[in-house]
């Protein structure tokens, strides 16, 4: 079936480091990716999306690229700050499934001044 | 603006109770979804609903049961609840996804912190 792994956490770095958090996904046919993200006490916010292979999604500074070819859709984003503190989840929607979604299990992001 | 709600930041239950949990959104969405977040587990699927009074099982159905009697609300019941059911409960709603567009982005609700004592 279809299904997201993400990389584990937790991750911790520096303000202004380089963020990248690795996510493949198992999906017969074409799934449109998402990325979401949780900050503390809330629920979780659309961050990007892609919906065919080798669309970028992109907001906030962060970036992930739809590899048909490695099955994959990394995070990533050049200089973090310490208000991106969050957990951030990989998503899938398979076309023609009723918008249901799989997630990974999310990857929480620590960022210290 | 989309916007889900729910009817309980934070609720605590006893063993044994009927718990109802609401959600509302107000963008005329079709689908709506149930979903339960543990730590390490991400995200876990317990019913959706296509439309009014429809409804699918997700993967973890066991313990629970919905209502969609409306449109725009979203019920969840734990008709007998138990200790294992502590969770955050997050509701989320979206329109069908085209085949032409692919899918569209869930809209999530800020969650209930269910606590079954």
């Known amino acids: 079936g279809d299904s997201v792994t993400q990389m584990e956490g937790p991750v911790t770095l520096s303000e202004e480091a380089f963020l990248t958090i690795n996510c493949t996904y198992t999906?017969?046919?074409?799934?449109?990716l998402f990325w979401y993200v949780q900050y503390p006490g809330e629920g979780l916010q659309l961050l990007l999306k892609?919906?065919?292979?080798?669309d970028k999604g992109s907001n906030k500074g962060f970036e992930a690229t739809y590899r048909k070819e490695t099955t994959s859709f990394h995070l990533e984003k050049g200089s973090v700050q310490v208000s991106d503190s969050a957990v951030y989840f990989c998503a899938l929607s398979a076309r023609g499934a009723g918008n249901q979604f799989y997630f990974g299990t999310g990857t929480s992001l620590t960022v210290i001044p | 603006d989309v916007k889900v709600t729910q009817s309980s930041r934070y609720l605590v239950k006893r063993t044994g109770e009927k718990v109802f949990l609401e959600c509302v959104q107000d963008m005329d969405h079709e689908n709506m979804f149930w979903y339960r977040q543990d730590p390490g587990l991400g995200l876990r699927l317990i019913y959706f609903s296509y439309d009014v009074k429809m409804k699918e099982k997700g993967d973890i159905p066991e313990g629970y049961s919905v209502s969609r009697e409306k449109k725009e609300r979203f019920s969840l019941i734990l008709e007998s609840a138990s200790t294992n059911q502590t969770s955050m409960y997050l509701c989320?709603?979206?329109?069908?996804?085209?085949?032409?567009?692919?899918?569209?982005?869930?809209?999530f609700g800020p969650g209930t912190r269910l606590t079954v004592t």
């Open positions: 999906a017969t046919g074409y799934p449109s």
């Open positions: 989320a709603s979206t329109s069908p996804g085209l085949a032409s567009r692919g899918a569209y982005e869930q809209y």
């Open positions: 892609a919906t065919k292979a080798d």
